[in-house]
């Protein structure tokens, strides 16, 4: 009981960052498209293969972004899980579409690509799948049913950095995909986000949206004489100090996955033999998947009271978690979308997961001392010895 705090997130800081934003400070440089910017965008097209990779201030901005791109009108359906996060549905319900809620996968929890068909209405305009705890979806499935049926594809990949699908980075596989930096993610920047653009017919106009709907990226690049109001748009870029922040980041963001993914192995073997036990299910990677270890979360067996769990490890001070609750049955949720059939998987995962403390810096002792709580919760410790 007297034991210190395991909080569920703590932000690692590579100790580059407030170096770099002096920098950028002492350049005078503080507004956006400055150089950490630049290096930020040329990073992340280098890794993700996108076309064109934008900062914006969160993924949220980036969601809006792709909305706003797509021409997205009132009256247009767009089909996304349900378990998810509020972003995924709001951008697109700003523009006056209607959410589709699907299913997802029991294995996965990820948009079950083979229940996506049987949505499409004609005014469905895209699909949005969401890569749950940095686990792809089933893309190429994905991808055919779209193409099919003429959709566009965005990828919320929010969860998704550093992790990818057949060899292929996450975000970089539908029209556009978006990224979070936000500090409960991998690579961070307080606030952050990017979009990443890979149909080459939609680049210039994605600076137009992010530029307030102006074409003052190309004025700046001289390829116009002056800049103009072009279309609707917003401010959806992030100033040169977040950038200076992200790019110290994205320098370490090899070994923070690589760090991440062996806290996320050794909870994977702890739980092993509670899985064995029939109490819970641990995470499933399907094998063309190559994740980040953003998450590690749990799945117990329907018969146990989660609360009860979740009470123990508030007990211990450790900071373990469920997760969101379906956007089908929020009130915003019900207002402006519908679901799609029964959702029966998302029900019960959404009353079944709970989310272990994960972060760079995460002792192996400390993650002992989380699963001895959970197997004491569970009242398993003399049942599972043999
Ligand atoms: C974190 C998250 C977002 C929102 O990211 P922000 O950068 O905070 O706007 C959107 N979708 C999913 C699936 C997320 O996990």
Not at 37 to 53: I, P, Q
Not at 138 to 167: F, N
Not at 186 to 193: F, L, M, P, R
Not at 238 to 260: C, H, N, S, V, Y
């Amino acid at each position: 009981m007297n034991e210190n705090p395991i909080p569920f997130n703590w932000p690692y800081m590579t100790g580059k960052e407030i170096g770099y934003i002096a920098e950028a400070h002492a350049e005078g440089q503080l507004a956006g498209d400055g150089p950490f910017t630049r290096r930020c965008h040329a990073w992340l097209e280098d890794r993700s293969g996108c076309v064109k990779a934008l900062l914006t201030h969160s993924c949220t901005a980036a969601l809006e972004m792709s909305a706003l791109l797509l021409d997205i009108e009132p009256g247009d359906e767009v089909i996304m899980p349900s378990y998810t996060f509020v972003s995924t549905a709001n951008a697109f319900a700003l523009r006056g579409a209607q959410p589709v809620f699907v299913d997802v996968r029991e294995d996965t929890l990820n948009l079950d690509e083979r229940l996506v068909e049987s949505a499409i209405t004609a005014r469905t305009r895209a699909i949005v799948p969401v890569h749950y705890a940095g686990v792809a979806c089933e893309m190429d499935t994905i991808m055919t049913t779209a193409r099919r049926h003429q959709l566009k594809v965005v990828e919320d990949a929010a969860q998704g950095v550093m992790a990818s699908y057949k060899g292929r980075a996450l975000g970089s596989i539908g029209d556009m995909g978006a990224y979070s930096f936000h500090e409960t993610k991998n690579v961070i920047s307080g606030e952050g986000g990017s979009l990443l653009v890979n149909d080459p017919g939609l680049a210039s106009r994605a600076e137009i949206i992010r530029e307030k709907g102006t074409d003052r990226s190309r004025f700046f690049r001289g390829e116009v004489d002056k800049y103009t109001w072009q279309e609707l748009g917003s401010s959806f870029l992030p100033g040169e100090l977040i950038a200076a922040f992200l790019w110290a980041q994205f320098e370490e963001a090899d070994r923070i996955t690589r760090k991440r993914l062996v806290s996320w192995q050794n909870y994977h073997n702890l739980l092993a033999p509670l899985e064995a036990g029939g109490v819970l299910r641990r995470p499933v990677v399907p094998k063309d998947c190559r994740h980040n270890a953003h998450m590690y979360y749990l799945l117990l067996a329907p018969e146990i009271d989660r609360q009860i769990v979740l009470d123990e490890f508030k007990k211990n001070n450790i900071g373990a978690v469920f997760h969101y609750v379906p956007l089908h049955s929020s009130p915003a949720g019900q207002k402006f979308g519908r679901a799609h059939g029964d959702l029966n998987v998302t029900d019960s995962v959404a009353q079944r997961l709970i989310r272990l403390p994960l972060w760079v810096g995460l002792t192996a002792g400390q993650q002992e001392r989380v699963v001895a709580v959970l197997k004491n919760a569970l009242n398993l410790k003399g049942s599972i010895a043999h």
